[in-house]
């Protein structure tokens, strides 16, 4: 069933929200914040806004088509109001432990190889949690206040108000989508499909 509001939040790049929002990826790999609940990855939501950060981006992590587009920011910074603009549904969960099938979805995604070697050190005996995510477009930005309890390294929040949903626009048609998610299940492999908890 599709909500009509939200509060669930998932933090990410603004450079990747932005990508999301052209429809120039529907991916995001994961590992987790550093005050991931357990120290691991998890997606307790399936239907999620997208709320852009900016203090992380590493211009060196990102293909050179993106890294160009990172303005940089001094460590503690935050914007007095986020926009929000999309949300997204995440419809596969795949976790890989695979470095030459992590180096296969290249194609995929905004990150450069650097990021993906670098990901996969971290925490080795954890996989990488490909996300694939339908995004949808807000009729409307929606302005919040930013909240000194949205920042932090963690992936998911809470936000203080509802977000409507209701008149979003796909980023992708129906059979866009489908193509890039059957490729990338293609490469991974349906098997290891994960579901939301």
Not at 85 to 92: G, H, L, V, Y
Not at 149 to 175: H, M, N, R, T
Request: contains cysteine.
């Amino acid at each position: 069933m599709k909500l009509t509001t939200n509060f669930y939040a998932l933090k990410e790049w603004a450079i990747a929200v932005t990508a999301l929002e052209n429809g120039k990826t529907i991916m995001l790999l994961r590992k987790g914040g550093i005050h991931e609940k357990h120290g691991r990855f998890q997606v307790a939501h399936d239907q999620i806004l997208l709320y852009p950060t900016y203090e992380h981006q590493q211009p060196f992590l990102l293909k050179p088509e993106y890294a160009e587009l990172v303005c940089p920011v001094t460590p503690g910074w935050h914007p007095e109001t986020v926009r929000i603009s999309s949300w997204a549904k995440i419809s596969d969960i795949l976790p890989v432990a695979d470095e030459a099938i992590v180096n296969a979805l290249l194609p995929f995604h905004i990150w450069n190889e650097y990021f993906i070697s670098d990901r996969l050190k971290w925490k080795p005996r954890q996989p990488l949690y490909v996300l694939l995510l339908r995004t949808y477009k807000l009729p409307q930005v929606q302005e919040i206040s930013y909240r000194s309890e949205y920042g932090g390294c963690k992936s998911w929040i809470d936000l203080a108000e509802q977000i409507d949903l209701q008149g979003s626009e796909p980023v992708l048609s129906d059979f866009a989508y489908s193509r890039l998610v059957a490729e990338i299940r293609d490469i991974v492999g349906d098997k290891f499909h994960a579901p939301c908890i």
